[in-house]
C-alpha cells in the first residue's frame, strides 16, 4: 500500500525558513484535509514534496511508498505516483493539452518499458475524450495551448483532468476548489471521488468547508507557522469554518507550535 | 623616463583584413547574362566593404573572413546530396525541380505546366530558351548595386533560377529548387528570380545547403529579385542549412503589385555567419506581404536578419513574426523596419520578433523600428527576449516528463505559431528534426 510520510520536515525558501517541522502520514484510501491561514506554508508543503527547485529542505524526512522521496528527481516522483494539482497552474504557450498529455502518458510508459513506442493516438484520444466528459470540458480543450487563457475555473478542471490521465497513487490537491463556480465544485469533487474508489490518497488543501461536504475527509489538519498544529475528524473543519483561526492562534502562541 | 613606443591602432573603419582577389569568369562576353554580370563586375569595384561604423553592420562583423584565401568554385566541387534534402515538402510531389550541385544542374518541370508558359529552369538555359523572359528580369533588377556583397553576388553568379508564371496560370505543386555547394575555401554566388504576372500564383521553396569541410571559410552571396504582379499569390519558402564554415550574405526584394499577396517563410539553421537583408516593398494598392522566420542557432552561430516592410502604397498590409531560439555562444541578430511612405494610407503593419536564449553565453539582439510618413495608419510592433522559464519546467516534469523532454517540449511550443504559419508537412518536420537535434546540446 502507498504511503506518504512526512516526518519533522524543515525548508526553507530564500534563506527564510517556512515549514518549522511538519508530521504527516497519509495512506492510500485516506482523505486528509488542510487547512490554515494564509502564508503558512501549506503550499510550500506541497511543492517541496514534489521537488521544486526554489526549496530547500533544511532536516526532516519524507518518504513515499518507502522510498525516499526528497532524492528522487521531479519527473520521478511523478511517475512513482504523486501528484499535485497546482493552486496556481503555469500556462505552456504552443503546447497543446492533448500533446502534453500524451507526453506524459508515454513518458510513464517509456520508463517502465524503454522499448515502448508510445500509447496509440486513437487509443489516447479515446482515452483523453472520456475523461474530459467526466469533468465535462469540452473537447476543443483538447487542442488549447496548456492553460493559455483558461478562466481560473477552466486551469482547475485541467488540473483533474490531468490527475484523472496519470492515475496517482497520492494526490496533492492546492486549493484545486477556489476559483470554481457551484456546478464546476461539484463535477470536479465527482471526479476526485471516482479516483478515489480506485483508492487513492488525497492532501486536500482548502481553505472551505464547500468541497469537503463532497470529499469527505478523514482527517482535518490545521497548519499554522509552518507546523501541522492541529488534528481531527470532518467536524473540525465546520469548527474552523464557525470559529476562524483565532482560537487556534491563542492555543498556540502566534503559531508556535506544539510537541506532539 | 618616457616610452617612446609608438602604438598604432587599427583604424575602425578596416573591415577586412585582406584583399578579395578573384575576377568573374565572362565565358560569353555577349550574352545578356555576361551583360549583367559585368554591369554588376563594375558596382562591385566602385562600392567599400561595409564596415561597422555603418547601423547595419554594427552588429555584424566580417572582419574575421579572409577575403584573400577564397578560390572560385571548381566544377570538381559537386558531392552526394543528401536525400533529406531533396524530399518533397508537401504530399503533392514536385510541379518541378532544380538541383544545382557544383557545376551540374538537373533541371525537372511538369511537361503540362511547360505547356502553359511556365519557366523554370536555370539562368543558362533561360539565356537561349526564354532570352525576353530574361531580359525583362534582368533589366529591371538593380538590387546588385545594394552593396558589395549584392554586386559580388550578382558579378560572380553566373547561374540561378529562373521562375516565370504567366497572367492567369495557377500553378498549384510546389516548384523546389536546391542550390548545393561543397568545398573548402571556396566563392559561391547564387541569384534568384522569379516573376509572376498578373492573375496567378505559384508556391516555391528555395534550399541553400553545403556539405560541413574540414578547412577554410566559404563565402556564399545570393541575389534574390521577386515579383509578384498584380492580383497574384506567391508562397516562398525559403531554407537555409549551410555548412559551419560558410559565410552567407544575402540580399531580396519581393515587390508586390496591386491587390497581390506574398506569404515568405524564411527558415534558418545553418552557416557560420548570415546577413541577410529582406525587403518586402508593397507597391501596388491593397497588396499584402506576410513574413516569417523561424532560425535556431548553436556553437558559434551569427545569424543576423535585417527586414524592411516598406509600405509604398495605400490600402498596404504587412504582418511579420520572427522566432528565434539560441544556444551555446550563438547570436541573433534581428533589426526590422516597417516604413510607411506619404501616399500609403489606411496601411497596417505589423512585426513582432521573440527570443528564447537557451545558453548564458548566447545573445540575441531584437531591434525593431517604425518609420512612418503619414496619418492614418495601424503600425505596431513587439520585441522579447526571454529564457527557459523554470516554473514551466517544473510543472511538466510534475507530470513525470523528464527535464531533457520538458525542455524540448516548451521549446517546440515557442515555435509552434510560427509552424502554425508553414503550410508544409515538409519543413516542419525539417524544423521539428533540427529542434531535436540541437536540444541535445542544452
Ligand atoms: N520566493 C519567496 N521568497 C520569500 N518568501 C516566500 C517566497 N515564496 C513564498 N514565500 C513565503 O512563504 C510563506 C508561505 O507561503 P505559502 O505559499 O506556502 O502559503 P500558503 O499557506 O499556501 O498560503 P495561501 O493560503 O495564501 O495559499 C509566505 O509567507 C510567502 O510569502
Ligand atoms: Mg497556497
Not at chain 2, 536525400?83 to 510531389?93: G, Q, V, W
Request: hydrophobic content about 40%; charged content about 20%; glycine content about 8%.
Amino acid at each position: 500500500m502507498s504511503e506518504l510520510d512526512i516526518h519533522d520536515l524543515k525548508v526553507s525558501i530564500e534563506g527564510k525558513q517556512i515549514l518549522n517541522g511538519v508530521n504527516l502520514n497519509v495512506k492510500q484510501g485516506e482523505v486528509h484535509a488542510i487547512m490554515g491561514p494564509n502564508g503558512t506554508g501549506k503550499s510550500t508543503l506541497a511543492y517541496t514534496l514534489m521537488g521544486h527547485p526554489s526549496y530547500t529542505v533544511n532536516s526532516g524526512s519524507a518518504t513515499f511508498k518507502g522510498q525516499n522521496l526528497l532524492d528522487l528527481a521531479v519527473d520521478e516522483r511523478s511517475r512513482l505516483g504523486l501528484f499535485l494539482a497546482f493552486q496556481y497552474p503555469v500556462s505552456i504557450p504552443g503546447v497543446t493539452v492533448a500533446n502534453f498529455l500524451r507526453t506524459a502518458v508515454n513518458a510513464r510508459r517509456k520508463a517502465l518499458n524503454p522499448e515502448d513506442k508510445g500509447i496509440a493516438i486513437p487509443e489516447f484520444r479515446k482515452l483523453l475524450m472520456e475523461k474530459m466528459s467526466i469533468l465535462k470540458m469540452d473537447s476543443s480543450f483538447a487542442g488549447r495551448y496548456l492553460n493559455e487563457g483558461f478562466s481560473g475555473g477552466e486551469k482547475k478542471r485541467a488540473e483533474v483532468l490531468q490527475m484523472a490521465i496519470l492515475q496517482p497513487e497520492i494526490a496533492i490537491l492546492d486549493e484545486t476548489d477556489s476559483g470554481l463556480d457551484i456546478d464546476a465544485l461539484r463535477i470536479v469533487s465527482e471526479g476526485v471521488n471516482l479516483l478515489r474508489s480506485q483508492n487513492i490518497g488525497v492532501l486536500l488543501i482548502t481553505h472551505y468547508q464547500r468541497m469537503l461536504n463532497y470529499i469527505k475527509p478523514d482527517v482535518v489538519h490545521i497548519m499554522m507557522g509552518g507546523a501541522i498544529v492541529e488534528s481531527g475528524g470532518a467536524d473540525l473543519a465546520l469548527h474552523l469554518e464557525e470559529q476562524g483561526y483565532d482560537w487556534v492562534r491563542e492555543k498556540y502562541e502566534n503559531g508556535t507550535p506544539s510537541v506532539n | 623616463m618616457t616610452d617612446n613606443s609608438v602604438v598604432i591602432t587599427r583604424s575602425k573603419s578596416t573591415q577586412v583584413e585582406d584583399q578579395f582577389a578573384l575576377t568573374p569568369v565572362f565565358s560569353d562576353g555577349l550574352g545578356q547574362l555576361n551583360q549583367y554580370q559585368q554591369q554588376a563586375w563594375e558596382v562591385f569595384k566602385t562600392l567599400p566593404y561595409p564596415s561597422d561604423t555603418q547601423e547595419a553592420w554594427r552588429r555584424t562583423s566580417i572582419r574575421a573572413l579572409k577575403l584573400g584565401k577564397l578560390q572560385l568554385a571548381g566544377s570538381n566541387t559537386n558531392s552526394q546530396i543528401p536525400a533529406e534534402l531533396t524530399k518533397p515538402l508537401t504530399d503533392d510531389l514536385h510541379g518541378g525541380e532544380i538541383l544545382f550541385n557544383g557545376s551540374q544542374v538537373t533541371i525537372e518541370l511538369d511537361e503540362k505546366l511547360a505547356r502553359q508558359g511556365v519557366v523554370f529552369t536555370d539562368l543558362r538555359h533561360a539565356q537561349t530558351e526564354h532570352p525576353e523572359i530574361l531580359s525583362k528580369v534582368l533589366q529591371a533588377s538593380k538590387t546588385y548595386s545594394e552593396d558589395k556583397f549584392a554586386a559580388l553576388a550578382a558579378a560572380f553568379g553566373s547561374n540561378g533560377v529562373l521562375l516565370y508564371i504567366p497572367k492567369n496560370v495557377t500553378v498549384e505543386k510546389p516548384l523546389h529548387s536546391l542550390f548545393w555547394t561543397a568545398g573548402e575555401g571556396s566563392l559561391h554566388a547564387f541569384q534568384v528570380f522569379v516573376f509572376l504576372e498578373e492573375n496567378s500564383s505559384a508556391t516555391y521553396v528555395h534550399e541553400s545547403a553545403s556539405a560541413e569541410s574540414k578547412q577554410g571559410q566559404n563565402l556564399h552571396a545570393a541575389l534574390m529579385d521577386v515579383k509578384v504582379g498584380p492580383n497574384s499569390k506567391l508562397n516562398f519558402v525559403e531554407l537555409q542549412s549551410l555548412s559551419s564554415r560558410d559565410w552567407n550574405f544575402t540580399h531580396e526584394k519581393v515587390s508586390v503589385d496591386s491587390d497581390a499577396e506574398v506569404d515568405w517563410i524564411f527558415g534558418a539553421l545553418g552557416s557560420h555567419l548570415t546577413k541577410n537583408f529582406s525587403d518586402l516593398n508593397l507597391v501596388g494598392r491593397g497588396s499584402t506581404g506576410k513574413m516569417s522566420g523561424f532560425f535556431f542557432t548553436n556553437g558559434d552561430q551569427h545569424l543576423d536578419h535585417d527586414t524592411q516592410q516598406n509600405h509604398l502604397a495605400p490600402n498596404t498590409t504587412s504582418d511579420l513574426l520572427f522566432k528565434g531560439a539560441l544556444l551555446g555562444e550563438s547570436r541573433s541578430v534581428w533589426q526590422g523596419m516597417i516604413y510607411v511612405a506619404e501616399n500609403a494610407s489606411k496601411t497596417d503593419g505589423y512585426q513582432a520578433n521573440r527570443n528564447l536564449v537557451l545558453s548564458d553565453k548566447a545573445r540575441a539582439d531584437s531591434i525593431p523600428g517604425l518609420e512612418i510618413l503619414t496619418d492614418d495608419v495601424r503600425c505596431t510592433h513587439g520585441a522579447t527576449v526571454g529564457k527557459l522559464d523554470t516554473d514551466q519546467v517544473f510543472y511538466l516534469e510534475s507530470r513525470g516528463i523528464p527535464r531533457k523532454e520538458a525542455e524540448k517540449l516548451i521549446v517546440e511550443g515557442f515555435f509552434d505559431p510560427i509552424m502554425q504559419r508553414i503550410p508544409f508537412e515538409g519543413v516542419r518536420k525539417r524544423f521539428q528534426n533540427a529542434i531535436e537535434q540541437k536540444m541535445r546540446e542544452y
